[in-house]
T-cell receptor, first 113, second 113 residues
Framework: DSGVTQTPKHLITATGQRVTLRCSPR?????VYWYQQSLDQGLQFLIQ???????AKGNILERFSAQQFPDLHSELNLSSLELGDSALYFC????????????FGPGTRLTVT | DQQVKQNSPSLSVQEGRISILNCDYT??????FLWYKKYPAEGPTFLIS?????DKNEDGRFTVFLNKSAKHLSLHIVPSQPGDSAVYFC????????????FGKGTRLHILP
């Protein structure tokens, strides 16, 4: 158990809809990272928050947004969903900094039909 | 543009023998490298890392070798055990800039009885 929790575990929704994925980091970790893993793809970095502030941005679509709240939990919002957004979405937490290991949650599997 | 490449999608190794997983990178700014292991239906877990000031790091059965001139690293597992069957991700980060960790697409390791 990494100490990182993600909800929900599975999500099935229709194209055009909006969903929110939630992540609670390990106790004491200030950074939260979001990744997308599509079929046959590696882990694509989406965005990082550190202590409530956006710190790094990857290949995140404009239809996607995220935030980190004062209690350090984070939410990833995906809107105007398309079939291609079907993927595993992982949240990870860490101390921040490029040389810190990240601890991953179990992921949310999103299926867009 | 894939900055971290794992060219072998899968690898099969006899139990007890050595498993060697390879990874190449293109960005010369990368100075910290990590290996993660992932079982089905779980998030990736950190395995071992190496800083660019070293060329080898060992932790039990796991050793990572770094060849900076060739921009190549490898993970050796000796001896291979059934529980090592998983997907292994190579990842890299740079101290200069943001905290992004760039992951490869992964190599699926099968340990044969």
């Amino acid at each position: 158990d990494s100490g990182v929790t993600q909800t929900p575990k599975h999500l099935i929704t229709a194209t055009g809809q909006r969903v929110t994925l939630r992540c609670s980091p390990r106790s004491g970790d200030l950074s939260v990272y979001w990744y997308q893993q599509s079929l046959d793809q590696g882990l694509q970095f989406l965005i990082q928050y550190y202590n409530g502030e956006e710190r790094a941005k990857g290949n995140i679509l404009e239809r996607f947004s995220a935030q980190q709240f004062p209690d350090l939990h984070s939410e990833l919002n995906l809107s105007s969903l398309e079939l291609g957004d079907s993927a595993l979405y992982f949240c990870a937490s860490g101390g921040g900094g490029a040389h810190y290991e990240q601890y991953f949650g179990p992921g949310t599997r999103l299926t867009v039909t | 543009d894939q900055q971290v490449k794992q060219n072998s999608p899968s690898l099969s190794v006899q139990e007890g023998r050595i498993s060697i997983l390879n990874c190449d990178y293109t960005n010369s700014m990368f100075d910290y490298f990590l290996w993660y292991k992932k079982y089905p239906a779980e998030g990736p877990t950190f395995l071992i890392s190496i800083s660019s000031i070293k060329d080898k790091n060992e932790d039990g059965r796991f050793t990572v070798f770094l060849n900076k001139s060739a921009k190549h690293l490898s993970l050796h597992i000796v001896p291979s055990q059934p529980g090592d069957s998983a997907v292994y991700f190579c990842a890299a980060s740079a101290t200069e800039g943001d905290d992004k960790i760039i992951f490869g697409k992964g190599t699926r390791l099968h340990i044969l009885p």
